[in-house]
């Protein structure tokens, strides 16, 4: 289980390294300590930068993920 680990960390950091994030569909946020991979494959990033939330959610104010149904709009 640890060499598991090691391995997808190695990978994660290797594929951040060259400027792709590990998550396919993820998007790259981009804040004020530069730029990180959203965990999320097709999630949203918050817009101080620093965090992302899943699909179907949207930031607050305060970089909380609040869910949002499809159908509702900003």
Avoid: W
């Amino acid at each position: 289980m640890n060499t598991l680990f090691a391995l997808i960390l190695i990978f994660a950091v290797v594929s951040v390294a060259v400027g792709q994030c590990p998550v396919p569909l993820a998007p790259r946020c981009f804040g004020p300590r530069g730029s990180i991979c959203c965990i999320y494959p097709r999630g949203n990033c918050c817009p101080s930068g620093i965090k992302c939330c899943p699909p179907l959610f949207h930031c607050d104010a305060q970089d909380r993920c609040i869910f949002r149904p499809p159908n509702e709009s900003d």
